[in-house]
């Protein structure tokens, strides 16, 4: 199997926003890049994209859709920041399961809330918190090294 690892990388986009977890969602991905990883959806790290999504950018549901299933059905694994309760997230980690991919969740512990007992405990998942982003990158470098084997 040539070429890079492929990875798709998920976090709530139309769930909320948090400028301080799309920080983390740029580091992880970054982190990733620099590990040669081929990460399919860059764009969700991106800063400029808004609690609108992508059909603001004048994609349908429909493309986006579709577009993301193929992604996650050419994908290696999945690796989903969780902080953030996501519909869309639940769903492509739901279809990511379905499909036998590896799926590496990543939660903030946050005071007040808790993580969805689906994903925290479902055993398909590994699921990790972090408080720190040194942290979350240690948890993705377990988990694409668990991979490459």
Same mark, same amino acid.
């Given at each position: 199997?040539?070429?890079?690892?492929?990875?798709?990388?998920?976090?709530?986009?139309?769930?909320?926003?948090? +400028?301080? @977890?799309?920080?983390? =969602?740029?580091?992880?991905?970054?982190?990733?890049?620099? *590990?040669? /990883?081929?990460? %399919?959806?860059?764009?969700?790290?991106?800063?400029?994209?808004?609690?609108?999504?992508?059909?603001?950018?004048?994609?349908?549901?429909?493309?986006?859709?579709?577009?993301?299933?193929?992604?996650?059905?050419?994908?290696?694994?999945?690796?989903?920041?969780?902080?953030? +309760?996501? @519909?869309?997230?639940? =769903?492509?980690?739901?279809?990511?399961?379905?499909?036998? *991919?590896? /799926?590496?969740? %990543?939660?903030?512990?946050?005071?007040?809330?808790?993580?969805?007992?689906?994903?925290?405990?479902?055993?398909?998942?590994?699921?990790?918190?972090?408080?720190?982003?040194?942290?979350?990158?240690?948890?993705?470098?377990?988990?694409?090294?668990?991979?490459?084997?």
């Amino acid at each position: 199997m040539g070429g890079s690892m492929k990875i798709y990388f998920s976090a709530s986009i139309t769930g909320g926003r948090d +400028p301080v @977890l799309v920080q983390a =969602y740029q580091r992880f991905v970054s982190h990733l890049q620099k *590990k040669g /990883v081929d990460v %399919l959806t860059e764009h969700v790290s991106l800063g400029t994209l808004t609690a609108q999504g992508e059909v603001a950018t004048g994609k349908t549901p429909i493309e986006i859709w579709k577009r993301d299933l193929d992604m996650i059905v050419a994908s290696e694994g999945v690796i989903a920041e969780v902080t953030v +309760p996501s @519909l869309g997230v639940g =769903y492509e980690l739901g279809i990511a399961e379905k499909l036998g *991919k590896p /799926v590496l969740c %990543l939660y903030q512990h946050q005071d007040g809330k808790i993580l969805s007992s689906m994903i925290l405990g479902n055993p398909n998942f590994d699921t990790r918190d972090y408080s720190t982003l040194e942290e979350g990158c240690t948890h993705i470098d377990a988990f694409l090294s668990r991979l490459k084997k």
